[in-house]
């Protein structure tokens, strides 16, 4: 390798390692591109609404470089068209976190948090999602539906949603509902595991429909088929001659009629003999074959019962990890939450309402921050508590001049709340709550402040006077 730049720290590699940081540039550029490959890979099939196999190319690239800042961001934006939304926060979180300049994240993450009631429609949406999961392991599926339904209004590519509410019309079997969610799903995500099952469950056992041929019409040749009605001859002459063409019948004699009865009766015993044997066993033959196909039958209903009993164990262990997994992402959509207000409570600081920032700071639970999130949460709140406690004892102070005691009080009791130890504001914070106290005539309320400020603060601007006014009213 000769003259090419480190990949870390930008210096000429004259060798495959380089000589300033010690970095195997060839190997980090493999692995670069090997990165990238699998990125153009998933954008690919992003491009093709093949989100599922997007995402599985997408993380190779990423468990490759962790740094590819392309592949995190379109990874973000497959799981926010995919109804993932938490997800997609998390993945530009970090994204924002590795490069801060120049990066699509950021735009992403400030649309968000400029948009509110897109976070709140995805929050109800998961609540919803959440109880209609709960309702399905309690066997509620009417009300599981209603939460279903309702989460999909709120969110419509919610995807996981789609494919539940899928599942629930297939074990019902209503297959018309189920194969427009599984088809609308399979638009957002061409690759979704689920839908692609639900869609062969659907239509695995319908048969190819036939086109049936209509009957042709051959012109002439199927006109020549046709006979025309013979014409009546014309009767000449005498009009009543074609009626007394008939022959009368003669009277039948009596051996005519036992010929006759003796034929009928022959014909009976041969009918008995020969022919109603033969249907009487075919008869029995079709009785035979209908029990038989009953009985094929039973054992078909059985097998497609047990079968629909192993769809339903697997549907149950599905329910499962869809539960787990909606924990999990709520537990996610929670620490972003908390992440954000950091975020806040930054650029309420920057903007000079260090008060503010820190009221944002006490709405966070530190343990779901992250190492730097909560670096940053000290340094906030290390610089904007004295800059509060200067603010609010300047309020306090106007309102005690103006004669204003409820308001003067409300913001130096919050001075010291926010007082820094061994500092002077603190103890003049107390002592000016003692006058108020003194005014109105709290004499025990006024010598606690004074005895406060006199014994925790040893050096404070006020003191000799919070000491004279403490022995006059002891």
């Not at 649309?111 to 209609?132: G, P």
């Not at 009596?254 to 022959?266: C, D, E, K």
Request: hydrophobic letters at 40%; one cysteine or more; a neutral charge.
């Amino acid at each position: 390798m000769k003259h090419t730049d480190c990949p870390k720290c930008d210096k000429i590699v004259h060798d495959e390692y380089c000589s300033a940081c010690g970095t195997n540039a060839a190997l980090h550029n493999m692995a670069q591109n090997m990165s990238n490959r699998y990125y153009n890979l998933g954008l690919k099939y992003a491009k093709q609404n093949n989100l599922s196999v997007a995402v599985k190319k997408l993380n190779t690239a990423l468990e490759v470089n962790k740094k590819n800042i392309d592949a995190r961001n379109l990874l973000g934006l497959c799981f926010y068209a995919r109804g993932q939304i938490g997800e997609a926060l998390r993945e530009w979180v970090i994204s924002s976190n590795y490069k801060e300049s120049d990066n699509a994240a950021k735009q992403y993450l400030n649309d968000f948090n400029n948009n509110l009631s897109a976070l709140e429609k995805y929050s109800e949406a998961l609540i919803k999602y959440n109880e209609a999961l709960t309702y399905m392991e309690q066997n509620s599926e009417d009300l599981a539906v209603i939460r279903l339904k309702r989460s999909v209004e709120l969110l419509p590519n919610f995807v996981d949603a789609l494919n539940l509410l899928a599942m629930h019309h297939l074990k019902i079997e209503d297959k018309a509902k189920a194969s427009a969610l599984v088809e609308r799903v399979l638009e957002i995500d061409k690759g979704n595991a689920f839908a692609k099952r639900y869609y062969f469950e659907i239509f695995q056992k319908n048969p190819s429909e036939k086109n049936s041929v209509a009957p042709r019409s051959f012109g002439r040749a199927n006109a020549s088929l046709q006979k025309s009605t013979p014409e009546k001859p014309t009767v000449t002459g005498n009009p009543f001659a074609a009626r007394t063409q008939k022959p009368v019948a003669k009277p039948k004699s009596l051996s005519s009629i036992v010929s006759v009865a003796s034929g009928m009766l022959v014909m009976f015993l041969f009918m008995y003999i020969l022919i109603i044997p033969g249907m009487m066993s075919d008869r029995d033959d079709r009785i035979g074959e209908l029990t038989t196909d009953i009985q094929n039958m039973q054992v078909s209903q059985s097998q497609s019962v047990a079968g629909l009993q192993q769809v339903i164990d697997a549907h149950q262990n599905e329910i499962t990890r869809l539960n787990e997994e909606a924990n999990r992402i709520t537990e996610e959509g929670i620490n972003m939450q908390h992440s954000m207000k950091v975020y806040d409570a930054q650029r309420l600081l920057d903007a000079g309402s260090p008060s503010q920032a820190l009221e944002i700071l006490q709405e966070i639970e530190v343990l779901r921050l992250t190492e730097t999130l909560v670096a940053q949460y000290a340094e906030i709140r290390l610089t904007a508590t004295p800059l509060a406690q200067q603010q609010y004892f300047a309020a306090g102070t106007q309102f005690f001049n103006q004669g204003n005691f409820a308001a003067a009080t409300e913001n130096l009791l919050q001075a010291v709340r926010h007082s820094v130890p061994n500092t002077s504001m603190g103890g003049d914070s107390l002592y000016w709550l003692g006058r108020i106290a003194q005014y109105e005539g709290n004499i025990p309320q006024a010598i606690e402040y004074y005895r406060n400020a006199v014994d925790n603060f040893p050096a404070f601007t006020r003191r000799w006077s919070a000491v004279q006014r403490l022995n006059n009213l002891s």
